[in-house]
């Protein structure tokens, strides 16, 4: 919720900050009426003091030109100092020393710089509490028709008209869509997020005077209406600056024949001017050139949909991109997901606007000025990949000038693509330490790190930075690619005296080690060689006839060691470990088995003898019931060790006298039979109970549930309680 300070009828000074737009292919305020609206003091050095003059009068314009009219004593019109922008004719303008002095005190009164146009892409103040570039939340609603709206630029005040004009165009639900799109626009290019609020069962919001402050529930920061203000085309809009941030349309401008309802590129007209006048909702002044490049030109267009490059910047540099916040580890975004061999994923291209295309050379993520850093989070699965990182800036060279009266001036002056120039990182799951940086590259120039080994499974991050000191936004995009690290092979008794292990080379690698284990697990593995600079290594500590799992690991800029592929398991000669073999019955997924079931399994070649495990966990860890010794391929659980409606893993190991080799796979598993289950289908549904039910008015001896050898009250209990159990 957000303060909004209004004139009284004593005339006190505004905090309000309004924008208009101009109609069609002119610019702002209807002529010949250059200023109708806007009350001026007489003495215009009272103004610059910024104070109210005890008399006030009107500026309009007449054949001799600009002249000030003396107001009526009963105006219940008001003077506001603070940033109005009207917009001229251009067939028939004010005097340049009528726009010079508004441009100089109407609307330079209300802004934060001093130069009375803003700084770069025009900005004025951004809604608080935050700081340049931080993300902020918006609630915006339609204020009900009737409303009181108060004058702006100097019109008479009016009732709002909002709904009762629109709704004769179209279905309430698309206007709104088309007003909810604008909004949605915004938000995909920028930091900013929106909420839209209305009363109890209603479309619009409580109804509580203009100029009232949002409370993010029943009414919005931000609040729309519309109501007279010039008649056709002239003023279309006009918008209050942040903390206020209200729009009043023109309601003059909604009639079947005005482009404000034209239907062509889904509205795109009204799109338009909707979203440039929350542009200026948003702390963002008219720019110049004129040329159909930029929302917030002074000149509606409709040779694009919504923001342009320029407005991008600007939004980004108010309000951050849409990954934020995201200026540390812990704060980082995700937006990157998983990388895996394959992968190629770019972040920060512009989605498609309702129609139309979308701006080149932009992007949805920037640094937005001197000191900004976002982190990006990626997570990797067990295989270890190499991944090829490359940020992007993205800009071109443009004119961008305060608006003057003219507003052509056309020479280049603003070459985006190099506001800021951009470094890299790749960070370790601990975040701190860099796997890989670039920061070479001349300003405007993509920066790339190539192979960067990643490994072993977790979240690790991209660093995107800046290596000077920007003032304005830079727009990037970021790409990254994951391929495939190294291959590793261990002999399989190729040798009696060895185990030999190659690998590929990884690029940019320093020495190689390998570390070793017995089972699969990394963490408790041991170091075994280090140092190596070949891609070959002959393990002659290698036990006879015992099957190793190993890892080849090596280092790339200050990181650690790191497997440079999945494990590879090798044994050397001797008593050759127990051939590989299969699980056979039960079916993995049986359903419906008896407690006492056979268990069977192939044969594997060298085996002494088999252990069977009973887990309720793939894994088989920490086993309900392990049988070591079997001699066949087949056993017979014994009572007692399964219970009924009961999902169990079950795996065999053959074993001789110097190894042990699971099956393949290492488990399979199986559910009990659930009594309830009257029709064997493997689940306990209304078919059973029919089934059942059926039989017990038979009084059929399969209704004897109980087992009694009668069928009585006490089965059709038994029965119902199973049922409901769900066993």
Known sequence: MHRKLIAG??????????????????????????????????????????????????LVMADEGPMFVPAPDDSDHYLRTVAVLACFDPENPPSAEVMAWMEENLYAGGLSNDSGWGDNYQLGTRWSPGSQGDPYTISWSFVPDGLSISSGTGEPVGPSQLFAKMDTRWARATWIGYFQNCFDRWAAVSGTTYLRVTASGVDWDDGASWGTSGNDTTRGDVRISAKPIDGLNGILAYNYFPQNGDMVLDSGDMTGSSNFFSLTNSARFLRNVVQHEHGHGLGFNHVCPANSQKLMEPFISTAYDGVRHDDIRGAQRHYGDIAEPDNT?????????????????????????????????????????????????????????????????????????????????????????????????????????????ASAAAIGLAESVASVLISPAGDFFVRVYETDSPTQSQLYTLNIVGSAAATLSASDGTFNDRVRLTWTSVPNAGTYSVRRNTTNNYDTSTQIATGLA??????????????????????????????????????????????????????????????????????????????????????????????????????????????????????????????????????????????????????????????????????????????????????????????????
């Open 534 to 727: 070949g891609l070959t290594y002959d393990d002659f500590s290698a036990a006879a006839s015992t099957t190793y799992h190993y890892w080849v690991t090596t280092t790339q800029g200050s990181g650690t060691n790191r497997p440079i592929s999945n494990p590879d398991t090798g044994f050397r000669t001797g008593s050759p470990p127990p051939g590989s073999f299969s699980l056979v019955s039960p079916a993995d997924g049986s359903l419906g088995i008896e407690l006492t079931p056979t268990l069977s399994w192939s044969v594997s070649s060298d085996a002494t003898t088999y252990t069977v495990r009973i887990a309720d966990n793939p894994s088989l860890t920490s086993p309900l019931f392990t049988q070591s010794g079997v001699a066949s391929t087949s056993f017979i659980v014994p009572g007692g060790v399964l219970t009924k409606c009961t999902e169990y893993y079950w795996g065999v190991q053959a074993v001789n006298s110097t190894a042990t080799t699971n099956s393949s796979p290492l488990s399979w598993y199986f559910e009990t039979f659930r009594p309830a289950d009257f029709d064997g289908s493997g689940f306990v549904d209304i078919e059973d109970y029919s089934l059942f039910i059926f039989y017990f008015e038979l009084g059929d001896d399969l209704a004897d549930f109980d087992g009694s050898g009668f069928v009585d009250i006490e089965d059709f209990s038994s029965f119902v309680q199973a049922f409901e159990d769900g066993c």
């Open 329 to 437: 580890a812990a704060t980082a975004n995700t937006l990157i997901g998983t990388v895996a061999v394959g992968s190629n994923i770019t972040l920060g291209t512009v989605p498609a606007p309702l129609t139309g295309t979308s701006p080149a050379n932009s992007s949805t993520l920037s640094i937005d000025a001197n000191g900004e850093q976002d982190y990006f989070k990626f997570a990797v699965g067990s295989t270890p990949i190499l991944v090829n990182v490359t940020v992007t800036p993205q800009g071109l060279n443009y004119a961008n000038y305060s608006q003057t009266s003219a507003c052509n001036t056309t020479t280049n002056n603003t070459n985006s693509l190099s506001m800021a120039n951009l470094a890299i990182q790749v960070i370790d799951k601990n975040t701190t330490t860099v796997l890989a940086e």
């Open 9 to 58: 009828v004593s005339g006190v000074l505004t905090a309000a900050s309004l924008v208009a737009m101009a109609g069609g292919d002119r610019e702002c305020s209807p002529a010949p009426r250059a200023f109708p609206t806007a009350w001026l003091p007489q003495d215009l050095s009272a103004f610059e003091g910024g104070e109210v003059a005890p008399r006030h009068v009107r």
